[in-house]
Structures are given as structure tokens and as C-alpha cells.
């Protein structure tokens, strides 16, 4: 089956700052990679995603970059804000409809 | 957009009961709707895949016996954990799939378990 990894587990920035999460998968059939953020208590919200068939994504400070071949994607945020500390997930899957494979999650800590 | 509603959002309960937790699927049908299990601090761990008209199906060692699944319409799944015990505690997340426009998929909002 599919496996996930995420680094780091955690992570602390000074606002303003960039943040960077990666993600390695291990079937090379997934093709969907979606991200998550979650805030304690609630459930997760889709703030990226994906597809195989594009190498990057992009939408106002946030990006994902995406290697097939390396099986790794990466989610970066820039111009951080203190609301953007939360946990985050990455996950692969392959198609948006089944079910997902999840990373280990990020604890992003913004530094005001 | 897309919403996903699950009920309880909290449920403290005694060993030995048994809690139903719903996932509604608020504004599109779902034939399909996956179960997730969350420990504190850990990640999402896939329980098991609930279909409509048909039986769940269940992650290598997850009790189907303990977690029942029932796909009871296109917009209700429901968990019931059955003679919980304390180890039950944890945080339950429902999600479905909407196919149409870019085909994403919905989270609710959880569903915390407390088993005294």
C-alpha cells in the first residue's frame, strides 16, 4: 500500500518568513496530492492540491511543487502570517475521489 | 460549497455503550464516504470505506464488528462503535468525495469520542 512520509514534524517561523513542507510517497500509481491544514478541534480544509499531470501549482502565497519521478511534493507558504500556525497534512491518493494516504502532519508554529 | 456534517461534534459516553456517529453529506450525493480515525497529535489513519447500497470495507485491522458502517442514503453514512471502551477514545472524521467540477473531496468537521 501507500506510504507517506512528512518532514519536519515541526516547524517555527518568524512572520514574514517562508515555510516549507515535503512530503515522499511510495505508489507510483497516486496522482492526486492534496494539502490540509487543520486547527485543533476541527477537521481538515483543502487549502492545495495536485494532479500528476502538472509539475506546480500556485494560489496568492501559497505553492505546491510536485516530482513524479523522486515520488515528492512539496508545499511552500511565503509572506507567513500568524494564522497560518496550524497542523498541516500532506496526502497522496489516486484520484480525488478515493480514499487518502496522509503524512505524519506539521505543527507550524508563526512567530509574531 | 461542498459540506460535510457529522454529529455529535462531541460524545462522552460509558465503557460498555454504544455511540452512533453520523456523516451527512449537506448539498451533493455521496455513494462512497471514508471513515478516519485521529489520535492526538497524530495523523489521519483510514478506517474504512462506506458504500451506499453496499457492504463497507474495512482497513487491515480495524474490527468491522466494532466500528458497523451503514450507508443508509446517497447523503447519510453512519459509525456506530459498539461496547466502547476507553482505547475507542479519539477523534472520528467522515469525508465524501464530490464528482463534479474539479472532483474534490469534503471533510467534516469531526466528531470527538470520550469513552469513561
Known amino acids: 500500500g501507500e506510504n507517506v512520509e512528512q518532514h519536519p514534524s515541526t516547524l517555527s517561523v518568524q512572520e514574514g518568513d517562508s515555510a516549507v513542507i515535503k512530503c515522499t510517497y511510495s505508489?507510483?500509481?497516486?496522482?492526486?496530492f492534496p494539502w490540509y491544514k487543520q486547527e485543533l478541534g476541527k477537521g481538515p480544509q483543502l487549502i492545495i492540491d495536485?494532479?500528476?499531470?502538472?509539475g506546480e501549482k500556485k494560489d496568492q502565497r501559497i505553492a505546491v511543487t510536485l516530482n513524479k519521478t523522486a515520488k515528492h511534493f512539496s508545499l511552500h507558504i511565503t509572506e507567513t502570517q500568524p494564522e497560518d500556525s496550524a497542523v498541516y497534512f500532506c496526502?497522496?491518493?489516486?484520484?480525488?475521489?478515493?480514499?487518502?494516504?496522509f503524512g505524519t502532519g506539521t505543527s507550524l508554529t508563526v512567530i509574531p | 460549497g461542498a459540506v460535510v456534517s457529522q454529529h455529535p461534534s462531541r460524545v462522552i459516553c460509558k465503557s460498555g455503550t454504544s455511540v452512533k456517529i453520523e456523516c451527512r453529506s449537506l448539498?451533493?450525493?455521496?455513494?462512497?464516504m471514508f471513515w478516519y480515525r485521529q489520535f492526538p497529535k497524530q495523523s489521519l489513519m483510514l478506517m474504512a470505506t462506506?458504500?451506499?447500497?453496499?457492504?463497507?470495507?474495512?482497513e487491515q485491522g480495524v474490527e468491522k464488528d466494532k466500528f458497523l458502517i451503514n450507508h443508509a442514503s446517497l447523503t447519510l453514512s453512519t459509525l456506530t462503535v459498539t461496547s466502547a471502551h476507553p482505547e475507542d477514545s479519539s477523534f472520528y472524521i467522515c469525508?465524501?468525495?464530490?464528482?463534479?467540477?474539479?472532483?474534490?473531496?469534503?471533510f467534516g468537521p469531526g466528531t470527538r469520542l470520550t469513552v469513561l
Open positions: 469525508s465524501a468525495p464530490m464528482w463534479r467540477g474539479n472532483n474534490e473531496q469534503f
Open positions: 505508489d507510483s500509481a497516486s496522482n492526486y
Open positions: 495536485i494532479r500528476s499531470n502538472v
Open positions: 496526502a497522496a491518493s489516486v484520484s480525488a475521489g478515493n480514499q487518502f494516504y
Open positions: 448539498d451533493f450525493q455521496a455513494t462512497t
Open positions: 462506506s458504500n451506499e447500497g453496499s457492504k463497507a470495507t474495512y
